[in-house]
């Protein structure tokens, strides 16, 4: 019995030093930090955060920091932590001769604290899952990767590597092959796409449970596309024309014309829709989408970028020097396109953009799931990974909404729309521990995510010096 009994004794204090190591060892410990939780917009401070690979295994008061062993600890008295940013509008594209240009835009994005990006669409779908698998499996610094693969189009789609439709058949086809590479989503566009394959795409595509986003073709009414289970709308155009008291004949009028010679494009449709923007429509429709759970990706930094070409000279722009000469050689179409342009009209897509950025804080506050999406990637002149979502972030806070507000549109809501803000886009004991630490409270002011002292991505922590080093690499 008594050597029973010692036994005993000797296996519960092995037992417990064993557990007291494991309890107590971590990866890395945060100190003093103060901790920003954007959902509330409130602070805390003092905090200790304990982490071990991608997790958070405890935050804690800093003054109990003797129960936490780690390899190795980090004091961030005065600085201020946050869940790091998530671009939801991103693209890797340009065909083959620009998959290493694309490849080398990674760094610049995690030097800019953003951790996760949302790739809407491309033509080199088979390295973007590489890159996504490199990522995760910490082989490859970057941002973590969600995808649509390719998009879907009608026939003679705008961008290469769409998959184009016309046929419940080929819509079908179409949705097994991306549910084959095991895409996060699915991107419609709207070049060539009839009223019909559109609503039969997010119609096929809701009965398999993907998540759909897209432009909507003008012939299509928001809500019939919403009521069929279209889960986002990219940009705004889509949702400034369900607030015009004349949807319904604006609508018929460009299904006619699509059967003339001279069909009405979105382009042309837009001065009448907002000469019949209507407040009342506006309402309606916004608390339909916030009871839908219906999500927004404004893109307003890149409306702003392009109609501001004219009378902007980019040429001395710092960030051109992390950009392959050959991403840069792809901006010439936008750029010839906003020169060509009219003053006049020039006028009008500003007045529109600022009439459709101030309906911002009313999208909110009807419970529309706002997302930071800034559009960078090759052909999109000027907006740069990284500094573009900054400028998106700020965009909206200029359009009404508070820094707490505008800081969720670029964490958790990207999370809640891909279906993983149980791990990420918050920071607590148990999430993931990708974070963005900044020398001032971007809370008090929004600028403040500009001055990026430490990104941690995937469990790894990226010190200044070291997101400098990642964009030495790729400078040319
Ligand atoms: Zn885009």
Redesign the pocket.
């Known amino acids: 019995m008594k050597k029973i009994l010692l036994s005993l004794i000797v296996f519960c204090i092995t037992w417990a030093c064993f557990s007291q190591t494991q309890k107590n060892t971590y990866s890395l410990v945060l100190e003093n930090a103060s901790v920003v939780n954007v959902s509330t917009g409130k602070i805390t401070y003092n905090r200790l955060l304990a982490i071990s690979s991608d997790t958070i295994k405890a935050i804690d008061d800093t003054k109990n920091i003797k129960q936490y062993k780690a390899d190795r600890y980090i004091n961030l008295a005065g600085k201020f932590v946050m869940p790091g940013l998530w671009d939801m509008?991103?693209?890797f594209r340009g065909g083959e001769g620009l998959i290493q240009a694309n490849k080398d835009l990674l760094p610049l994005f995690l030097s800019y604290g953003i951790t996760t990006v949302r790739e809407?669409?491309g033509d080199m779908t088979p390295s973007v899952m590489k890159w996504r698998k490199d990522i995760t499996e910490g082989t490859l610094a970057g941002p973590r990767i969600f995808t649509s693969g390719p998009k879907i189009d009608g026939p003679k789609s705008t961008w290469a590597g769409s998959l184009e439709v016309e046929t419940s058949e080929q819509v079908t086809k179409a949705l097994d092959s991306l549910q084959k590479i095991n895409v996060d989503f699915v991107k419609i566009y709207e070049s060539k796409i009839s009223r019909q394959t559109f609503l039969e795409i997010i119609t096929q595509a809701e009965k398999r449970r993907m998540t759909t986003s897209g432009h909507m073709p003008y012939t299509v009414k928001l809500r019939e596309a919403v009521d069929r289970g279209l889960d986002a709308s990219?940009?705004l155009y889509y949702i400034f024309k369900a607030c015009s008291s004349k949807e319904d004949s604006i609508t018929h009028a460009i299904i006619q014309s699509e059967r003339t010679a001279k069909p009405i494009g979105l382009f042309a449709a837009l001065p009448s829709i907002y000469n019949t923007f209507d407040a009342k429509t506006s309402e309606r429709l916004f608390r339909y989408l916030g009871k839908s759970r219906f999500s927004i990706v404004p893109?307003l930094f890149?409306s702003k970028t392009l109609n501001e070409i004219k009378e902007r000279d980019h040429s001395g722009d710092n960030l051109l020097s992390y950009i392959d000469p050959k991403i840069q050689a792809t901006y010439a179409g936008r750029v010839n396109s906003a020169k060509r342009a009219s003053d006049e009209s020039t006028a009008f897509s500003k007045k529109y953009a600022l009439k459709a950025s101030s309906l911002i804080p009313q999208m909110q506050r009807r419970g529309i799931n706002i997302m930071a999406?800034s559009?960078c990637?090759a052909y999109?002149a000027y907006v740069y990974p990284g500094e573009s979502l900054h400028g998106e972030v700020k965009l909206l806070v200029a359009s009404g909404l508070t820094p707490a507000q505008a800081l969720q549109s670029a964490t958790i809501n990207g999370a809640k729309f891909m279906g993983v803000n149980e791990f990420y886009g918050s920071l607590a004991r148990g999430k993931s521990s990708d974070l963005i630490v900044l020398d001032t409270n971007p809370l008090n002011n929004i600028n403040a995510i500009d001055q990026i002292y430490m990104v941690i991505s995937n469990g790894k922590a990226y010190s200044r010096v070291e997101l400098d080093k990642l964009l030495t690499s790729i400078k040319r």
Do not use: K, Q, S
């Open positions: 509008h991103v693209h809407c669409g990219e940009h893109t890149i999406g559009d990637g999109n």
